[in-house]
């Protein structure tokens, strides 16, 4: 079983990417894969609502890794985003990266595992985790939690290693994570079948 997570920094070896590093370190101590796929910080398109994607995967996809994550999430079994804070917000990469990957993608995340991570100097972390959160609940997914919302601090790189509470949490999710993992996957064994859940009925205040 494989989790592939998001580095939401365009810096590769930041705040982000170490509190990610924790969960990784410590998911493979309980038989986990796992692989931190890095945003960067190249040029990121928007999402311009085209509508393209439905048919042909997101037309700008092949410029910034969009479907190049899409690929690998279809064989993955698990997701954490993390993100540095941003005016209180996730970075705008990680919400323009993740725009594109389930306005195009989203069943390639449905009935799986997902996370959320926020690292902030200070404030900030609770209101991006709530948004980055929100991906995981449209998708049919379920949602792994900690023994604190998944936060951890730290300004300058380097500096989360000395956030003691926050490192755990990130241990404590990956723990969370690996069981809800073996409890899927011990279900699928005995046959227990994916939701037949229903679509169709798309209305508005309007309609
Ligand atoms: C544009 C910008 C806005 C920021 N806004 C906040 C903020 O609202 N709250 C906060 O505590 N830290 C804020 N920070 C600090 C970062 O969240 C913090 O340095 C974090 O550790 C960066 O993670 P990274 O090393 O993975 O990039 C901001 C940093 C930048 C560059």
């Known amino acids: 079983m494989k989790v592939l997570m998001l580095n939401g920094s ?3 070896d930041g705040n982000t990417y170490l509190s990610l590093l924790e969960i990784g370190k410590q998911l493979e101590k309980e038989g986990i894969e796992y692989e931190i796929f890095q945003i960067g910080g190249a040029p990121l398109r928007d999402c311009i609502g085209c509508g393209q994607c439905s048919e042909k995967g997101c037309i700008f996809g092949d410029d910034d890794g969009v479907n190049e994550f899409i690929e690998k999430a279809k064989e993955a079994d698990g997701f ?7 005016y209180a917000h996730p970075s705008g990469r990680i919400q323009s990266f993740l725009d594109r990957v389930f306005y195009s993608s989203s069943a390639a995340f449905r009935f799986k595992v997902g996370a959320s991570v926020a690292v902030a ?6 209101a991006s985790f709530d948004v980055l959160n929100k991906y995981f ?3 049919q997914m379920s949602v792994a939690g900690s023994t604190y919302w ?14 003691k509470e926050g490192l755990q949490t990130m241990r404590n999710l990956a723990r969370n994570m690996a069981w809800m993992l073996k409890c899927f996957e011990a279900g699928k064994k ?5 939701p037949k859940t229903e679509t169709g009925n798309r209305t508005n205040f309007i309609r």
């Open 10 to 12: 365009s810096k590769k």
């Open 150 to 163: 998944n936060i951890a601090h730290g300004a300058g790189p380097g500096e989360v290693d000395g956030d």
């Open 190 to 194: 005995a046959g227990i079948e994916l």
């Open 80 to 86: 954490v985003f993390g993100t540095p804070v941003y």
């Open 137 to 139: 609940g449209i998708s």
């Open 121 to 126: 100097r200070r404030g900030g972390t609770t």
